[in-house]
């Protein structure tokens, strides 16, 4: 089945910087969402972005569906961005199927 | 909208014991689906239901079981608990037509001892 990988798994920043997190998945998807889980457990959609680029605030998030991968920007960041960041795909030949990656933990200290 | 909603949001099982984790949506969604959530090893499919009276597995459907007899509901049943259902459940819902974005439930901490 189709295959996601997420990097980095772990990223520490400053609050202020600026970071891109990429996930890559190995076949064509006709469904992408970026999601981030806060530490109190709840999952917070962020974009559904199978294609193109989109921007909400200070994240963006751009999907090259061709080259198989998709990157999120989180600019300016603050201590609330600290949590897990998911990325999930619907592989185009499966239906319905949600398939996510291992996520990024990320941590903004102030 | 409520959007997905799920209850409870905490509880605690003796082994063996039954229950179920319950889930609605208010958006007319088609599709809906359970998901399990263990460190290190992201979110895996339980169940899904592409509508009323329609129901299928998924990745890792032993020891739970679903039904769907309206569009809102989508209960999700542990029939004997066991310490390794021990887990976060989500629910999520989306329309019909495959590529729509899903929306997740807040999320049931279930623990099993």
């Known amino acids: 089945g189709i295959q996601v990988e997420q990097s980095p798994p772990d990223l520490i920043l400053q609050e202020g910087a600026n970071s891109t997190l990429r996930c890559n998945f190995s076949d064509s998807v006709n469904n992408l969402q970026w999601f981030h889980q806060n530490p109190w457990g709840q999952l917070i959609n962020l974009f559904y972005i199978p294609s193109g680029t989109k921007q909400n605030g200070r994240l963006s998030a751009t999907t090259v569906a061709t080259e198989r991968y998709s990157l999120l920007y989180i600019s300016s960041s603050q201590t609330t961005d600290s949590g897990v960041y998911f990325c999930a795909v619907i592989n185009a030949g499966n239906n319905r199927k949600l398939i996510w990656g291992l996520g990024t933990s990320l941590a903004v200290n102030p | 909208n409520a959007g997905v909603t799920q209850t409870p949001k905490f509880q605690v099982l003796k082994t063996g014991q039954s229950m179920t984790l319950q889930c609605a949506q208010d958006m007319n969604h088609e599709y809906m689906s359970w998901y399990r959530q263990d460190p290190g090893m992201g979110l895996r499919l339980i169940h899904y239901?592409?509508?009323?009276?329609?129901?299928d597995q998924g990745e890792v459907p032993n020891g739970y079981n679903v039904s769907r007899s309206t569009t809102e509901d989508f209960p999700l049943r542990l029939l004997s608990a066991a310490p390794s259902q021990t887990s976060v459940y989500f629910c999520a819902s989306s329309r019909a037509r495959v590529g729509y974005e899903q929306y997740f439930g807040p999320g049931t901490r279930l623990t099993v001892t």
């Open positions: 239901s592409v509508g009323a009276g329609i129901t």
